[in-house]
Structures are given as C-alpha cells and as structure tokens.
C-alpha cells in the first residue's frame, strides 16, 4: 500500500534563508507525487509533480522538489524563503491502480512559518 | 478557467438541520471526491465518485450522503446535523491520464472550501 511522511510538522525559518520541507513516500511501483500548499483559509494549490524520469521538478514560487527512488524521498525545497511562502504544506502521493480510483494519499502536513 | 468551485463558502447551522453542498467542475473530469479537514487531522476523505451515477465511501462517511447526477457536479449532504461535522469541506477533482514512459497524471485540483459551523 502507498503511504506518505511528512517528517517535520512544524518548520521555522528567517526571510532570504533556504528552506526544506521532507517527505517520504512507500509505493510497490513507480508512484505520482505532488506538493500542495495552502494559505490560511484558502483551498489547496498544486506546487509540482513528479510524474515522469525528470527527478528535479520545478515548481511555481520557485520551489522544486527532487525524486530519489533510492531514497523513497520527495523533499520540497526553496533557495530563499519569502514572507508570502507562510504557509501549510502538503505532500501527497497518487495511487490510482489498487482501489479503484485515483485515491490521493496525504502527508499529514507541515506548517512553515517564516520570521523577518 | 473556473476549475472546481464550491457553494456556499460559509456556513451556520443548527444541530438536526440539514444541509448540501454543492461541487462544480468545468474540466471533464471522471473522478471527484469530498474531504473534511480537521486541525491536526489533515485531509480525510469522505465520499468519492468514479464517474456520472456512482459514488463509494471513503474513510469518514457517516453522516453524509452524496450524489452525482450529473458528470460535472458532486453533491455532498448532511441529513442532520451535528456539531461533530464542524469542519472545512474541500471538493476536489481529478482524471487519469496515461502517460508513455512515466506515471499516470494524476493530479487533482482543489475548490476554495467550505467553512461549516453546527451549533
């Protein structure tokens, strides 16, 4: 069965500063994985995808995530952080072929929050 | 581009009263779902639908029901309401498409939330 870990609830950081978000997927095969932010009140914005053999994936807002299948790792990282990226972030793995339907897997999310 | 919207985005209702909420998707897509989100929780899944004229339960569907008559629209009721179902309510869809080479496109698109009070 697919699963998600998202291994930091909580991540803190100071503006201008790097920023890494971790996530760890199980799959038996060659899984979808996403990032999803969320602002506080607003609905769920899709970051990136890793859905083909491109392992560095770029996203919007300047974040881009890297598949390691060695690894089973999806981290989610940014060179700078910025004010605006305070939010909730989510890790989500696809898994369309066991149940059914495309069942959507969630990390249990994890709140950044960004200090001047 | 509307993508998937919700209605109403706010909510109060009163212990017994019912409720729907309505789903709409402009993008042909077979599947959608209903999740709730509770602090701390995540996202859970409440209801799905593979296509027009079905739906299956997911993980928390007591006390809901729900319906898709048509392809584009998944509606999701509360016949009594309790004050256990105070949440945020996120209508979500996606298709399946089949990639060569790589994993399916799965990737779902998210409505803006309902925010539900039952007092």
């Known amino acids: 069965a697919q699963s998600v870990t998202q291994l930091d609830s909580h991540v803190s950081v100071s503006e201008g500063t790097p920023v890494l978000l971790r996530c760890n997927y199980s799959?038996?095969?060659?899984?979808?994985l996403f990032w999803y932010v969320q602002h506080p009140n607003k609905g769920l914005q899709l970051l990136l995808k890793y859905t083909s053999a491109a392992t560095l994936v770029k996203g919007i807002n300047g974040f881009e995530a890297e598949f390691k299948k060695s690894e089973t790792s999806f981290h989610l990282t940014k060179p700078s952080a910025h004010m605006s990226d305070a939010a909730e972030y989510f890790c989500v793995v696809s898994d369309p072929f066991s149940g059914g339907y495309n069942k959507l897997i969630f990390g249990a999310g994890t709140r950044l929050a960004v200090h001047p | 581009n509307a993508g998937v919207t919700q209605t109403p985005k706010f909510r109060v209702l009163k212990t017994g009263q019912s409720m729907t909420l309505l789903c709409a998707q402009d993008m042909n897509h077979e599947y959608m779902y209903w999740y709730r989100q509770d602090p701390g929780m995540g996202l859970r899944l409440i209801h799905y639908s593979v296509g027009e004229g079905t739906t299956a339960k997911g993980e928390v569907p007591d006390g809901y029901n729900v319906s898709r008559l048509k392809k584009q629209n998944f509606l999701l009721g509360l016949e009594s309401a309790a004050p256990s179902q105070t949440s945020v309510y996120f209508c979500?869809?996606?298709?399946?498409?089949?990639?060569?080479?790589?994993?399916?496109?799965?990737?779902?698109?998210f409505g803006q939330g309902t925010r539900l009070t039952v007092v």
């Open positions: 799959s038996s095969y060659s899984p979808s």
């Open positions: 979500a869809s996606s298709s399946l498409e089949v990639e060569v080479d790589a994993a399916p496109n799965t990737e779902a698109f």
